[in-house]
């Protein structure tokens, strides 16, 4: 959101916001140019006082993209950050929820893989314990 917005926010609410960074619709690939907007979108984030970040990024084969949301969270240090629902695209949901887990996330967005939360209950459940 435009500075303004988040900072507006903060103002109304008493609750932790989180703020997504997601330089465009659709996919989950990212060129060099978009994870260029996204640190700056992080650092902005982070200076008008964002509590949180939460972003997602995958390979072409449906995994995590590691070495990119590396270097992301080295840019959302210290604050928090949760992996949106990029998840639910994933090839297999409980290795790529081992790996965020290792690369120190600390939430995940997701639907279960499903069309919605109450439809992927199961997964959600499974990925819970």
């Known amino acids: 959101p435009p500075p303004g917005l988040l900072q ?12 997504m960074i997601r330089p465009r619709g659709g996919d989950f690939l990212y060129s060099d140019r978009e994870v260029e907007v996204m640190k700056a979108d992080i650092r902005l984030a982070k200076l008008h006082g964002a509590d949180g ?5 995958l390979t072409e084969d449906g995994r995590i993209d590691t070495e990119l949301c590396t270097a992301l969270l080295a840019v959302c240090r210290p604050l928090p950050v949760t992996f949106h629902r990029a998840f639910d695209m ?28 109450l439809e992927g209950l199961s997964l959600i459940k499974r990925l819970a314990e």
Do not use: M, N, W, Y
């Not at 970040?53 to 990024?57: E, R, S």
């Open 8 to 19: 507006v926010v903060k103002q109304c609410v008493r609750v932790p916001v989180f703020v």
């Open 53 to 57: 970040l939460v972003f997602g990024a």
């Open 90 to 117: 994933v090839h297999d949901p409980l290795v790529a929820l081992e790996t965020l887990i290792s690369l120190g996330f600390e939430r995940v967005l997701t639907s279960g893989c499903d069309s919605s939360a």
